[in-house]
């Protein structure tokens, strides 16, 4: 068990600029999912796949937000035309199903 | 929707003391887990406990346990012998069951633990 591997662990990009993001799950988790965190808030539910099916997506998710996960292992969240509101803390998640939920580090995405 | 209030920004505990942490929730599901995760500083996420409904007994590990009181829907972490490494933010969260088992989080109580 290697655990959750997120990369990169902090990116710096200007406004306007798109990113990419990449999750690499526990090899046996077939649930993935990614949150958001803000400074001085707990993480909130962006989306999920079981396996390579997105299956759910927040409302917090516009449409410059996009999130793969081609066959069922690592995930890719990706973010058009950054914004200054989407400084923040990504952090990825998998489990099994009925499982409980292991974090990776998250990558930490500064706009400037 | 489901809701998740930890009431408690900030709390500190001498070194070898016990200390709660408080947590309430709303839902109107009969069928949820309950969970506390730790989240050092600049560190990752970690499961502390968790707790299912069903189960009327209050869930235990090591010297981490909880008060689960499920018709006051609260949900409190209780640390004994406190230790430095207790330091960091504690996160309470509910999942329903079925569906995605996406977690719904409050906003975290900041644990200090002073020597």
């Known amino acids: 068990d290697t655990g959750v591997s997120q990369d990169p662990r902090h990116k710096i990009t200007k406004r306007g600029q798109n990113v990419t993001f990449r999750c690499d799950p526990i090899s046996e988790h077939n649930r993935l999912y990614w949150y958001r965190q803000t400074l001085g808030q707990g993480p909130e539910f962006l989306t999920y796949?079981?396996?390579?099916?997105?299956?759910?997506k927040s409302r917090l998710l516009s449409d410059r937000f996009s999130a793969e996960r081609p066959k069922g292992s690592f995930s890719t969240l990706e973010i058009q035309r950054t914004e200054q509101g989407d400084s923040a803390m990504y952090l990825c998640?998998?489990?099994?199903?009925?499982?409980?939920?292991?974090f990776g580090d998250g990558t930490r995405l500064s706009i400037l | 929707a489901q809701t998740v209030t930890q009431s408690q920004p900030e709390m500190s505990v001498q070194e070898a003391e016990t200390v709660t942490l408080s947590c309430t929730y709303d839902t109107s599901e009969s069928d949820y887990y309950l969970f506390w995760y730790k989240q050092p500083p600049s560190r990752q996420m970690i499961l502390v406990i968790r707790?299912?409904?069903?189960?009327?007994q209050n869930a235990t590990e090591n010297r981490f346990s909880v008060n689960f009181q499920k018709a006051a829907k609260s949900f409190s972490l209780k640390i004994s012998d406190s230790q430095l490494g207790d330091a960091a933010m504690y996160f309470c969260a509910y999942r329903r069951r079925g569906g995605s088992e996406k977690l719904v989080f409050g906003k975290g109580t900041k644990l200090t633990v002073n020597p």
């Open positions: 707790q299912e409904a069903y189960k009327q």
């Open positions: 796949f079981q396996n390579e099916a997105q299956l759910e």
């Open positions: 998640a998998s489990s099994t199903s009925g499982g409980s939920q292991h």
